[in-house]
């Protein structure tokens, strides 16, 4: 039998796997190694990893569609399959124990990362796996007993898809009920706040474990929305998240 393989979003010639500090969320900070993985179930009209998912031939809409440098992506240019042994090895050359999958949506191949998690715990008991999720698909026990920390984001109304697709009621509870879960929402505008405290009550979701973090691709428009996200958390006793890679390298891919 063929070993199983991950689609990984292409950086230059290799799968997009880079060694930084996470920028976002509870662990900001934290030396981690992340692998991105390619294809996603929703379509952010604001997404900044767009090259995942918003293929040539999709009628998918982006933010960026107004600028005459913007394409929609070939597929075959932007993914690399690789198989689960040399993610793990390309992961390990790092010697850094805090691995977060990302994407896209990496739960779409959840298989491939459960034999890459246990490549690695096999080698060395102190590695850490977080994944940064959409929330709308439900870990399976397996995946789940092997992972640290959930970052979870729902998508709210700002980000352009059906209510349907990006709220998942049987995902969103598992998540709501896991202690291992943080929920990181995206604010672009100030109605946001009334649909993030609907999905609080509708989910229960613990207060303590959510992060507020401003929409933006550049420090211009970061800075735009951070000074008045930062009172609001403030006043309504919400965690901020900033998104430090931003601040620090610009929407540059692989830090
Ligand atoms: N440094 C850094 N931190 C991150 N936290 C979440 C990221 C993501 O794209 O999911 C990300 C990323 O791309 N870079
Ligand atoms: S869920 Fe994440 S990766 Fe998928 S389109 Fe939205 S922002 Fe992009
Ligand atoms: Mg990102």
Known sequence: MSETTLQLARLN??????????????SQGVPSV????????LHCHW???????????????????SDPDYQKFKRDDYIVRLPVSQVAAQIASYRCPNIIFTGGEPLLQEPAWCEVMQLLSSQNQTYRFEVE????????????RMVSQ???????????????LRI??????????????????????????????Q?????????SRILLMPEGRDETSLQQRRLWLVD????????????????????????
Do not use: M
């Not at 999905?199 to 207060?207: D, E, N, Q």
């Not at 309504?236 to 900033?242: K, M, Q």
């Open 168 to 197: 998942v009621d049987e995902a969103l509870t598992f998540f709501a009920t896991s202690d291992k879960a943080w929920f990181k929402f995206v604010v672009s505008r100030s109605q946001d706040l009334e649909e993030i405290e």
């Open 47 to 65: 997404c900044d990893t767009d090259y995942t998912w918003n293929w040539e031939g999709t009628p998918w809409p982006h933010e960026r569609d």
């Open 133 to 144: 999720t959409n929330g709308t698909i439900c870990p399976s026990e397996g995946f789940n």
């Open 13 to 26: 010639s290799g799968p997009e796997i880079f060694h930084s500090i996470q920028g976002e969320g509870v």
């Open 232 to 255: 609001l958390c403030r006043d309504r006793g919400f965690r901020y998240s900033d998104r430090l890679h931003i601040q620090l390298w610009g929407s540059k891919r692989g830090v």
């Open 34 to 41: 992340f692998v991105r993985a390619s294809l996603c179930n």
């Open 150 to 164: 959930y970052n979870v984001s729902p998508k709210l109304e700002n980000s352009g898809n059906k209510p349907s």
């Open 199 to 207: 999905l609080i009550a509708r989910f229960t979701l613990p207060k």
